[in-house]
């Protein structure tokens, strides 16, 4: 028995790794998680990274806890960057935007609120972006993952007129809905579409056409959308190599699957006791070519976060 396996076997392995100088898994790279919520226990997002072989990670952050995600930071020189949240409806919500900004954060996100997307509450936050030149993610999901679960940023269909509208916006998609729409026919009755990808897409199509948009591969969405149809997939990685990034939205507590891995989704069962950034680098490493996979892994997010390395 090895001894990393060895010791695998008498602790836990959040605490194995710990016990390591190196993370327990190694992608032959540094990997940016361009998606990892800020966690209640201090050091608990280093532990989850250490764990699935994360090198970096955007911190995603609501505004009124900048100041701990700061200390998150000093605690780990050279691993952290931070984004910034707040319910755009609130009236204070653009000051503390800006405060943020000003104070360090790379980038705004993940917006979750029940809003159009093209509503004046979030035109608000898009004239930010462009103001300070960070990007912001929205998670655009309209099907319910629990029973009364309203819709957020919705007018997906639509918003090629807000992409056209804000050149200098750069927009991260994420979500249910939006990769659900890298196929032609999206189901209504279900978030998460299995089987065959039909051409056409809205989201294959204005990644293509639109400059100012990305796609965060994170969370239980990015990842079925990545293995429902592997042919479809090579080719959707190949095409957008420049505009996909990784994240993994993941909140299992080792980078090994402990804990709960898609915050008791019902509908994301199929990742349950797994854990999501694992789940989707391997995918990734198969679908992908060692070129693309340093893109979406890494260089991408680096650029669009202005990770220092
Ligand atoms: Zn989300
Ligand atoms: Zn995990």
Request: glycine residues 8%.
């Amino acid at each position: 028995m090895q001894r990393r396996n060895f010791l695998a076997t008498l602790l836990p392995a959040a605490a194995a790794s710990r016990l390591t100088a190196q993370p327990e898994q190694s992608w032959g790279g540094p990997v940016l998680d361009t998606h990892l919520h800020l966690r209640a226990d201090a050091d608990a997002c280093f532990t989850h990274m250490r764990g699935c072989g994360v090198t970096n990670a955007v911190l995603l952050t609501p505004a009124a806890d900048q100041q701990r995600a700061k200390a998150e930071m000093a605690r780990r020189p050279g691993h952290f960057v931070r984004s910034v949240r707040i319910d755009p409806s609130l009236a204070e919500s653009g000051q503390l935007l800006r405060d943020s900004l000003r104070d360090g954060a790379v980038s705004i996100g993940e917006l979750k609120f029940h809003l159009a997307l093209d509503s004046k509450e979030m035109r608000r936050v898009y004239d930010i972006a462009a103001e300070f030149q960070v990007p912001v993610m929205m998670h655009i999901q309209n099907f319910p993952h629990f029973a009364g679960e309203l819709p957020y940023n919705t007018g997906y269909p639509e918003f090629d007129k807000v992409l056209r509208a804000y050149p200098r916006t750069t927009f991260i998609g994420h979500g249910d809905l939006f990769w659900a729409h890298i196929s032609a026919d999206v189901p209504t009755d279900r978030g998460y579409p299995a089987g065959p990808v039909k051409a056409g897409g809205l989201t294959d199509r204005w990644l293509s056409d639109f400059p100012n948009l990305y796609g965060d591969l994170s969370a239980n969405s990015g990842n079925n959308a990545l293995s429902r149809d592997p042919e479809f997939s090579r080719g959707f990685l190949s095409r957008h190599k420049t505009k996909l990034i990784f994240g993994s939205d993941c909140s299992c507590s080792d980078g090994n699957g402990a804990g709960v891995s898609q915050n008791n989704n019902p509908e994301a069962s199929r990742l349950a006791g797994k854990c999501v950034a694992r789940e989707t680098l391997t995918l990734l490493q198969r679908l992908a070519s060692s070129q693309v996979f340093r893109a979406v892994t890494w260089e991408n997010g680096v650029k669009l976060f202005k990770v220092r390395t």
